[in-house]
């Protein structure tokens, strides 16, 4: 269960926010990667199509999971470059990956773990990913030189011990959502084996299951709901005065579902711009404050969602993150921490030949500023 989103596009305000929600508890760190760092797709164990390795054109800071032996260091499920670039990866049951086994001749390989990094490392702005995912669609070479493949790299078939049924299966079924400094919004998701690459610049906002031209849809069985308080209505013939605030918007669920995570995130985003359009405008602090509550709307507290009857295992919100797309910097707060740490892009070292530096965020002795113990 994760929601992400970005403030409207037509308030002026490029920063956006997002959960990171599960049930198995992980290690989380805070990667930065400086530009001009060799990054290498996880390998495909294929000589005839191999994994993709690149330079870095972009620094970038972004979060992943701290495994042994440093395994997946340089993969991160939500990353923002030195541009005010940023990729998010979500959970997406229904994802159905391209098979490895139709890769175009001559193609690399991008596995679902890559893709976050290998977007904010190669990608400004929203359109140029937009033409190059297509170019990947079709089989084409991208403006990287390449033609690139994405799949899953957990990714069994028919072939193996492991799976009873004629489909491939897909251990790591997620989407993405990407956003630039225009405040451009653009979604990947992979259905029946094919891209599937929708314009999301309306509306900003992602969740989970099902895929994103539900959710759009969706909405229009809500257009009645408001944030126009009615004082008091005659009903027949009585006279009825409200109970108290809210009563506009009692048709949207509290459920931590991603259909209802989506419509609230939205509408609250929907309400808010009056607020944030006014003259004067709020300050970029008072923004950033503000895309922090809207996240206290979605977010899963422990035991919210349980597994079942008398087990306290469930999904939960691990981590929320705020990216300030204009000044480089991340707000990062845990399940645990007492707030938000605050991430400057300006406190690392991102430029060439530098060296990509690792910190575990439960690791961070000082508040709001996210410091590595020594």
Not at 108 to 119: H, Q
Not at 225 to 254: F, H, M, P, Q, R
Not at 348 to 357: G, M, S, V
Request: hydrophobic residues 40%; negative net charge; proline residues 5%.
């Amino acid at each position: 269960m994760f929601t992400e989103f970005i403030l409207p596009k037509s308030t002026g305000y490029r920063i956006s926010g997002r959960t990171m929600d599960f049930a198995a508890t992980f290690t989380w760190q805070l990667a930065a990667i400086p530009v001009a760092t060799s990054l290498k797709a996880i390998d495909s164990l294929n000589p005839n199509t191999p994994a993709y390795k690149w330079q870095a054109k972009y620094g970038f800071m972004g979060i992943g999971i701290k495994l042994p032996f440093n395994l997946l260091d340089t993969k991160v499920s939500d990353a923002m470059n030195t541009e005010g670039f940023s990729a998010a990866a979500l959970w997406l049951p229904p994802s159905i990956y391209p098979k490895k086994a139709d890769a175009p001749q001559h193609a690399k390989l991008i596995s679902a773990l890559d893709i976050c990094g290998w977007a904010v490392s190669n990608y400004s702005s929203v359109e140029t990913l937009k033409n190059d995912l297509y170019a990947i669609q079709q089989g084409q070479t991208t403006s990287l030189g390449e033609i690139l493949y994405f799949w899953d790299p957990l990714q069994f078939s028919e072939h193996t011990e492991l799976n009873q049924s004629n489909e491939v299966k897909n251990l790591i079924p997620i989407h993405f959502q990407f956003h630039d400094k225009t405040g451009a919004s653009l979604v990947l998701e992979f259905r029946d084996g094919a891209l599937s690459i929708t314009d999301n610049s309306d509306i900003g906002v992602m969740t989970n299951n099902p895929f994103i031209d539900w959710h759009r849809t969706n909405l229009e069985n809500y257009l009645g709901v408001t944030n126009v308080e009615t004082d008091n209505k005659t009903i027949i013939g009585l006279n009825v005065n409200k109970a108290g605030n809210g009563g506009g918007s009692i048709g949207l669920s509290s459920s931590a579902l991603p259909a209802d995570r989506f419509l609230r995130t939205t509408m609250t985003l929907n309400y808010s711009m009056l607020w944030l359009n006014q003259n004067p405008k709020p300050s970029n602090n008072a923004a950033i404050a503000h895309t922090m509550n809207v996240i206290k709307g979605i977010y899963v507290t422990r035991g919210q969602c349980i597994d079942q009857s008398g087990n306290p295992k469930g999904d939960y919100t691990q981590w929320e993150i705020v990216r300030d797309h204009e000044n480089q910097v991340f707000y990062i707060a845990t399940t645990a921490s007492l707030g938000f740490w605050q991430v400057n892009f300006s406190d690392y070292q991102l430029q060439e030949n530098a060296k990509p530096q690792f910190v575990v965020i439960s690791d961070a002795i000082k508040m709001p500023i996210l410091t590595a113990a020594v």
